[in-house]
């Protein structure tokens, strides 16, 4: 088991990992806290992710440190015979099989579900795709940013902000990610039950397009329509941060009782019945942000945090990434865990769930590129394949 492997609720299981940037990595990386040993399987040049930001060495970026920590590196040049040979060995030790290549490429390599099946029929086999394979986008590449597009969020924040804008995060890849991680772990369980083995198949698109329709479906979901497909609250031109006498603050005074409170202790000169309700309020919502963005420039962020502490109405200071290295909450919870690793400690944003029996942790440092191609292979009872030079990617 990798160094990092403990009492997690995944612990035992073998997942042989041929994705790369954010997308499956992001999944596998979370069985690999919860105790999984993740097998990397990289090809030559390595997963691209490793070049992408800034790192302590060549091949190891912040990215890829943060969503391949705690694997096992294997290089394998997959269109050779004996690298060929040494991932079908893996496969038949694995319970996952999980890999974000497209299903021509896969299927050129050999390794298509219904050949990895041969090997290890109980294997749970995850495809990461841009697009499902049942529809004619199936080959077409996919990055986030063009999932977003393609999804409406762009479409979205238009509609918020005046400019069509992605997301400040790679949303689609990490939301794809998580369902990957659902996907692979809801067929482990019923393989629990039955013996049985299956594929999966989990594709930015339609999981972007169910994710955004949660709430922008609305009354486009009705036959016939009863409105747009748009959840009028998200896209309020007034909903944004509210600005303060001195700085901004996030508060959302929405329901019945945090109204109520606020109108007897604050009473603002605008203040009226038609307001009154929520149903009322959720149809003129950006004119009630409006009046309360007003009211919000008379106090400081301070004494704003403070009343709405005391009246209980969800409110937070405006924090940037960085900030929430030196969090009290996060520091309190134990969220950030520090690993020795061989190019100086890095603390990671670790476990955001717990466990009360078996809790993860963060499995351990990222590893260099094919650092464990002999220990790995060994265990197998293989030959070493030493590294090709020719460069091809899988």
Not at 97 to 123: C, E, Q, T, W
Not at 148 to 159: D, N, S
Not at 232 to 244: C, D, E, G, S
Request: net charge negative.
């Amino acid at each position: 088991m990798a160094s990092g492997a403990g009492a997690g609720p995944l612990t035992g299981l073998r997942v042989v990992d041929l994705t790369a940037m954010v997308m499956g990595p992001y999944c596998t990386q979370i069985m690999a806290d919860m105790g999984a040993d993740v097998i990397k399987v990289e090809p030559p040049q390595g997963d691209n992710t490793r070049y992408i930001s800034v790192g302590p060495a060549p091949g190891m970026s912040g990215v890829f440190v943060n969503v391949n920590r705690g694997k096992r590196s294997v290089v394998l040049d997959l269109h050779t015979d004996a690298g060929t040979q040494a991932l079908c060995a893996l496969i038949e030790t694995a319970d996952v099989f999980i890999h974000s290549m497209r299903a021509k490429a896969i299927a050129k390599l050999g390794f298509a579900y219904d050949d990895v099946a041969a090997i290890n029929p109980a294997i749970i086999y995850t495809n990461c795709y841009g697009y499902g394979r049942r529809g004619p986008e199936r080959d077409r590449p996919a990055y986030d940013d063009t999932i977003q597009a393609e999804c409406g969020l762009p479409a979205v924040q238009q509609q918020l902000t005046g400019e069509a804008d992605y997301v400040g995060t790679i949303m689609a890849d990490k939301v794809a990610g998580l369902t990957a991680l659902y996907a692979t772990t809801m067929a482990l369980y019923h393989r629990e039950r039955t013996g049985e083995g299956q594929e999966v198949e989990v594709a930015m698109f339609e999981t972007m397009a169910s994710f955004i329709l949660v709430e922008h479906a609305n009354g486009a979901l009705f036959d016939p329509p009863l409105g747009p497909a748009v959840y009028p609250r998200t896209v309020a031109p007034n909903r944004r941060p509210y600005r303060t006498s001195d700085g901004y603050i996030a508060a959302l005074i929405y329901n019945d009782k945090h109204w109520d409170a606020f109108m007897n202790a604050v009473r603002p000169p605008w203040a009226s019945e038609l307001y009154s309700t929520l149903e009322r309020r959720a149809h003129q919502i950006d004119t009630i942000y409006g009046l309360v963005a007003e009211t919000m420039k008379q106090r400081s962020t301070r004494e704003w945090l403070e009343l709405f502490g005391e009246l209980e109405i969800p409110a937070a200071p405006l924090n940037t990434p960085g900030a929430l290295f030196d969090d009290p909450h996060l520091n309190a919870v134990g969220m950030f865990q520090t690993v020795d690793t061989p190019h100086g400690p890095v603390r990671f944003p670790g476990v955001p769930t717990w466990f009360s029996r078996t809790p993860g942790r963060v499995a351990g440092p990222a590893p260099e590129l094919g650092a464990d191609t002999a220990q790995v292979l060994e265990e197998l009872g293989a030959s070493v394949v030493p590294p090709a030079r020719d460069g091809k990617e899988f």
